[in-house]
């Protein structure tokens, strides 16, 4: 009983910050730079009943110039690293950049090549990575909410970051020294 | 069997056959350069088998040569036929088949581009896989290209064919779509509405699978495979397993054959309610996409929970699966149940709803002499009068034990690949049921640490269609692996199938056709 | 008209509750991988085994160190299935979100 009380108070907490973070609007263009598709089956995911992140005023947009944010796959191949760089400049700024999967993040299992460059960031400024192959929709989600946070961070400064406390792991640090 | 179209082939061409080896179910051929153009127009006319493959090797350090082999499926005999031709360094060029064998067309220009072998006589000699700023002279599949190679970009100038007329203009699409779809060109040339003239330009996706392949060791090259084309990983993992496991004779284990053949089922039970969820978007009918896209979402959830990945990745393994399912019998069997209880009502609901029916039917043809022409394969073939299956046709692992129908509708329209895609759900969850039910006992994989060199095709039938790998091993590692997904076969048919179309129904007949970008680009 | 209005009430609503209620991989999922530091030997098996070659072991100091980093990891758990003494898992953990790559990297060291 308590347990689930705590949940749904800490739950009813994120869901505010939630709505204060995106106000409500967030509009993602999602650019596959090379990916295997795995990434576009899990973006796609995102919109469906179960997922829905219609909910938090997220819409995939069809336009980079409808964009707030980037959502790239792959590890940006030679013949889509000039279309890539186009829809980075179409978007008008402030504008994040999240790289999706192992592959935009690092390369992945392709690594570099004569046909990939490894990696979202050596060709456009990532705001967020998020590492998974490919990752759950949940993992997107949550990446989703931090490259917001960054966002707003952006504008003003924020001491705490948010998600802490709230039963949901953040990201690890350097650990297990010894 | 087989061998009375090898007796065929012998008594028409035996003086300029020069060598054959048999290994399982595949003839070797090799044959003199100069007569291939009119064998395969025999093999393929007379005949009447289908060219499924062409691919080159680059054998200069064992055998001083390239070599082009061409790879005829024989369905009725389980067998295939490979007929191969030397090509010397000093003099790179071959004659081309395509003016006799349309389907040829995509694989000579690919060699062109990575091989750097000509293929005379070819009516399009444009490059495919390479775009106008990539330097002349760079061939990666060569062995002497060095994989980190960066090659510097150039001026140049792609020319798409023109259609010219009073009132015809050009829509330029992509590569950046706007649904959430990966890369890929289309130009159309319109006249009103109607579709009159459709070039695709694709390999956008090209990141040099086939080069990160060689050299690579066995156990890394299957997450290589699973990686060609993300949504038919298990198809391609298990083609390769399949290849390789044939070069080193290796029989899995009875169980890991029937868990290869439920986790390949799930993966066509989870891309065709993908497809049909995306043609109820594509018509604008949100119910009924809401529908079967809660109904994928069932089984991905299920897929994750069964081998902890949503798309089924990090099963296959050379020598068997590296898990096993049979713990989970009762939770399959229950939640594919429900899915087909809910699917079967949800079809027969979009069915009855004239707008979507209506919408659909005799949209986006292909003709069956096209899809014969062109190669087409899976369910697009299916749907265009074409009985090929590679489960029935070519049996893997353990669908011989298995009673299934492949289902066959002759219309060609996005109608007809629709129920063909339906018809196969609910045969795949069948043949689950079945596979669970008689799940042997014992080990679910073989330990290999040594792979003997040779060569061997592995193919399977993914949810677009026939997936082929040709694998030559060396020294343990891969020298070679030639990757054929379905959707290399089936783009080009896009350009028959949207004519006479109006561009709002491209959508459709592309997602009816439901081809992998990255498959095909690598 | 009526029938999709049966059809959704019988539905009913299906979409998750995440990120408000923590969704948890199920059991067997393959998500963050995590070393542990008195089981490894150091002995390399993982650094030739991973596919995307994201593991690797330098000395630094005069101390041996072992570094994932997770960031073009393809949690295929190759590293997991080699390790002869168990030192490397693939936790359920896949909120790994990151504002920058070093969040993206785990390591281990010992004094030579």
Known sequence: MTVEYEIEIMGQRLNERIKKIFGRSLHIREVDAGSCNACEVEATALSNPIYDIERFGIHIVASPRHADMLLVTGPVTRNMELALLKTYNATPSPKLVAAMGSCACNGGIFGETYATGGGVDRYIPVDVYIPGCPPRPQAVIFGIMVAVDKLSQKKTPYSETPYLNTGIKGTTRLEHEI | ?522 | MLDILKKTLKTGSQTTKYPQIPDFAPAGFRGKPELFADRCTYCGECVTACPPGVICLSEKNGDKVLTLSYCGCIFCGRCEEVCPYGAIKLTEEYELASKTKDDLITSIRRKL
Not at chain 2, 357 to 378: C, P
Not at chain 2, 491 to 497: F, N, Q, S
């Open chain 2, 1 to 522: 069997m087989k061998t009375e179209y090898i007796d065929a082939i012998k008594k028409e061409f035996g003086n300029s056959i020069l060598k054959e080896s048999v290994s399982d179910n595949e003839t070797y051929l090799t044959i003199k350069k100069e007569t291939i153009v009119k064998l395969c127009d025999y093999i393929y006319s007379h005949l009447d088998l289908p060219l499924v493959l062409v691919f080159a090797t680059d054998e200069r350090k064992t055998d001083g040569v390239f070599k082009i082999h061409y790879v005829f499926s024989i369905d009725k005999d389980d067998a295939f036929i490979i007929l191969n031709i030397n090509i010397d360094e000093k003099t790179p060029v071959f004659n081309s088949i395509t003016p006799k064998i349309a389907a040829a067309n995509w694989y000579e220009r690919e060699i062109q581009d990575m091989f750097g072998l000509r293929p005379a006589g070819h009516p399009d000699p444009r490059r495919l896989v390479h775009f106008e700023d990539m330097p002349a002279g760079v061939y990666p599949l060569r062995k002497d290209f060095d994989i980190r190679t960066k090659p510097p970009r150039v001026e140049g100038e792609y020319v798409y064919r023109r259609v010219e007329g009073e009132g015809v203009y050009e829509i330029p699409v992509g590569p950046v779509h706007a649904g959430v779809i990966e890369p890929g060109h289309f130009r159309f040339s319109v006249a009103g509405e109607p579709i009159i003239n459709l070039e695709i330009r694709h390999f956008y996706t090209h990141k040099g699978v086939e080069k990160l392949f060689e050299n690579m060791s066995m156990d890394k090259a299957v997450f290589l495979a699973e990686r060609v084309s993300g949504d038919n990983s298990v198809a391609h993992a298990v083609a390769f397993c399949q290849a390789v496991e044939n070069i080193a004779g290796i029989d899995i284990p009875p169980r890991a054959k029937h868990i290869r053949t439920i986790l390949l089922e799930l993966e066509r039970v989870y891309n065709h309610l993908g497809d049909i969820a995306g043609i109820a978007t594509d018509v604008a009918f949100a119910m009924g996409a809401a529908h079967a896209n809660k109904l994928k979402e069932e089984v991905l959830q299920l897929n994750e929970k069964v081998t902890g990945s949503r798309l089924l990745r990090g099963m296959n393994a050379i020598g068997g699966v590296r898990r096993d399912i049979g713990d989970k019998k009762e939770g399959i069997l229950l939640e594919l149940s429900d899915v087909q209880h809910d699917f079967r009502e949800l079809i027969e609901y979009l069915m009855s709803i004239p707008s979507l029916v209506d919408r659909i039917e005799t949209t986006g043809r292909i003709y069956n002499d096209t899809a014969k022409g062109l190669h087409v394969v899976g369910p697009a073939a299916r749907a265009s009068g074409i009985d090929r299956d590679m489960r029935r046709d070519h049996p893997y692992a353990s669908y011989r034990d298995f009673n299934f129908k492949v289902p066959l509708h002759k219309a060609g329209d996005v109608l007809a690949r629709t129920v063909v895609r339906a018809d196969e759900v609910c045969e795949s969850i069948g043949i689950i049921e079945q596979a669970l039910w008689s799940l042997p006992e014992g080990d679910i994989r073989i330990k290999s640490s040594q792979i003997p060199d040779g060569f061997s095709l592995g193919y399977t039938e993914a949810p677009r269609g026939e997936t082929l790998y040709w694998v030559m091993t060396e020294n343990n590692r891969i020298k070679r692996c030639k990757v054929r997904d379905p959707s290399f076969c089936n783009w080009l048919a896009i350009e028959y199938a949207v004519l006479d179309n109006i561009v709002p129904d491209f959508p459709i007949i592309n997602k009816s056709l439901s081809l992998s970008y990255s498959g095909n680009d690598m």
